[in-house]
C-alpha cells in the first residue's frame, strides 16, 4: 500500500488523515521510503500547523547563550570543580556537553556507520523489524506516537532495549550488530560516571544514584533524517522533553539539534567528540527540581541524509512503564 501522491492540495472534506496515517505506517518502509520516491511535496500528516510555524521563526536564536561545555580529563584532579560545572549546568540549562569522557573516536563513528548501515537497508529487510506494540526489544519505527500527533515528524528510529535484561546480539540486525553492542557498553559507563557526577552535586555520595538502580536500564535509539523536500514545514523531532533520568545524544556533523532556554530556541553546537547530555524529567523529580529539564527540537535541513545516536537511561523499576510510554 502506497501513501497518497500528494494530500496537500486536498479539500478539508476530502481529507482523511488517519486513512493517510494508516496507509503510511502500512508501507513499513518509514519517510525514508517517501524520501527515495521522489516526491515533491511532504505529505500533509507532516506539515506543521502555520501558526506553530510562526510562532517559533518569532523565537529567535538569541546571541549570547551558549550550552555548557564539561571537559572530563581533568576529573581525578579537579573532581570538585567538575561537579560544580555540573550542578550549574544541570540547572541552568538543563543541557551539556561532556569532552574527553573516555569514548574512542572509532566507537563514535561507529554508532554513525551503523545507523545509516541499518536504515539504509533495503525496504523489505527493515520490515522485518517494524512495529508499534511495544512487545519487541529491538524495533524498526516511524514516529512511536504517529496516531497520537498533531503532525508526524521527520524521522525513522531504530530502538534497542539493550538492559535491564542483557539482549541477545542474535536480535541486533546482522549488519549493525557488534557495533550496537561496543557502543552500548562504552557509552554505559559514561553514563555511570554522569550518574556520580550528578549524584555529588545534589550533595550525595557518588554511588546514591547507581544505588537506586537509576543505571539498571538504558535504550539505544538511532534516529535516521532523510533528506526532505519541503524542511521549512516540517521537524525532525517535534518540541519534547523525556520521559527517562538523562538521555546522552550524539549528533552527527550537520546539526539542527536546538533546545528552548530563556524564550528562545538556542543551537547545541557540534563540539568534535563531544556527547550532548539532557536532563530528563524523572532527575528534575528525584533531584526536587535542582536539575531541570528543558524542552528540545531537531530541526529538519533539505540536504539531510544523517543519523544520530541516542542513549536513554531508565531505572528498573519503572522500565516497562516508559517503554510502554515510548
Known amino acids: 500500500m502506497e501513501v497518497a501522491a500528494d494530500?496537500?492540495?486536498?479539500?478539508?472534506?476530502?481529507?482523511?488523515?488517519?486513512?493517510?496515517?494508516?496507509?503510511?505506517?502500512?508501507?513499513?518502509?518509514?519517510?525514508?521510503?517517501?524520501?527515495?520516491?521522489?516526491?515533491?511535496?511532504?505529505?500533509?500528516?507532516?506539515?506543521?500547523?502555520?501558526?506553530?510555524?510562526?510562532?517559533?521563526?518569532?523565537?529567535?536564536?538569541?546571541?549570547?547563550?551558549?550550552?555548557p561545555i564539561i571537559d572530563l580529563k581533568n576529573l581525578a584532579t579537579n573532581r570538585r570543580g567538575t561537579v560544580e560545572q555540573v550542578l550549574e549546568a544541570a540547572h541552568e540549562v538543563g543541557f551539556f556537553q561532556v569532552v574527553n569522557h573516555g569514548m574512542p573516536e572509532s566507537v563514535l563513528e561507529g554508532a554513525f556507520?551503523?545507523?545509516?548501515?541499518?536504515?539504509?537497508?533495503?525496504?523489505?529487510?527493515?520490515?522485518?523489524?517494524?512495529?508499534?506494540?511495544?512487545?519487541?526489544?529491538?524495533n524498526f519505527s516511524c514516529?512511536?506516537?504517529?496516531?497520537?500527533?498533531?503532525?508526524?515528524?521527520?524521522?525513522?528510529?531504530?530502538?534497542?532495549?539493550?538492559?535491564?535484561?542483557?539482549?541477545?546480539?542474535?536480535?541486533?540486525?546482522?549488519?549493525?550488530?557488534?557495533?550496537i553492542t561496543e557502543y552500548s557498553k562504552q557509552v554505559k559507563a559514561v553514563g555511570i560516571a554522569l550518574l556520580e557526577l550528578l549524584s555529588e552535586a545534589l550533595g550525595l555520595k557518588p554511588d546514591y544514584l547507581v544505588n537506586m538502580n537509576c543505571a539498571k536500564g538504558h535504550a539505544l535509539l538511532y534516529h535516521y533524517y532523510p533528506a526532505c523536500p519541503e524542511p521549512d514545514l516540517t521537524l525532525g523531532t517535534a518540541n519534547?522533553?523525556?520521559?527517562?533520568?538523562?538521555?546522552?545524544?550524539?549528533?552527527?556533523?550537520?546539526?539542527?539539534?536546538?533546545?528552548?532556554?530563556?524564550?528562545?530556541?538556542?543551537?547545541?553546537?557540534?563540539?568534535?567528540?563531544?556527547?550532548?547530555?539532557?536532563?530528563?524529567?524523572?532527575?528534575?523529580?528525584?533531584?526536587?527540581?535542582?536539575?531541570?529539564?528543558?524542552?528540545?527540537?531537531?530541526?529538519?535541513?533539505?540536504k539531510r541524509r544523517a543519523p544520530c545516536a541516542v542513549e536513554r537511561c531508565w531505572p528498573e523499576a519503572i522500565h516497562c512503564l516508559l517503554l510502554h510510554s515510548l
Not at 7 to 18: G, K, M, V
Not at 151 to 158: G, M, P, V
Not at 248 to 271: F, K, M, S, T
Open 113 to 138: 556507520v551503523a545507523a545509516r548501515a541499518f536504515h539504509e537497508l533495503p525496504k523489505e529487510v527493515k520490515a522485518e523489524y517494524y512495529g508499534r506494540d511495544g512487545k519487541r526489544r529491538v
Open 240 to 302: 519534547h522533553s523525556d520521559p527517562d533520568f538523562f538521555t546522552i545524544l550524539l549528533q552527527d556533523d550537520i546539526g539542527g539539534l536546538q533546545v528552548y532556554y530563556q524564550d528562545q530556541w538556542v543551537d547545541v553546537p557540534l563540539v568534535k567528540g563531544a556527547l550532548v547530555v539532557n536532563i530528563g524529567d524523572l532527575l528534575q523529580a528525584c533531584s526536587r527540581s535542582r536539575f531541570y529539564y528543558y524542552p528540545y527540537v531537531e530541526r529538519h535541513f533539505q
Open 143 to 179: 514516529n512511536f506516537d504517529l496516531y497520537m500527533t498533531t503532525y508526524a515528524s521527520w524521522r525513522d528510529t531504530l530502538f534497542c532495549r539493550m538492559e535491564p535484561e542483557p539482549l541477545d546480539p542474535e536480535e541486533l540486525p546482522l549488519v549493525c550488530r557488534d557495533t
Open 7 to 67: 494530500s496537500t492540495d486536498l479539500a478539508p472534506s476530502a481529507y482523511n488523515r488517519y486513512q493517510e496515517l494508516k496507509d503510511f505506517d502500512e508501507t513499513k518502509s518509514g519517510v525514508k521510503g517517501i524520501s527515495d520516491s521522489g516526491l515533491a511535496k511532504i505529505p500533509r500528516i507532516f506539515v506543521r500547523p502555520p501558526d506553530e510555524i510562526i510562532r517559533d521563526r518569532s523565537k529567535s536564536r538569541a546571541a549570547g547563550l551558549q550550552i
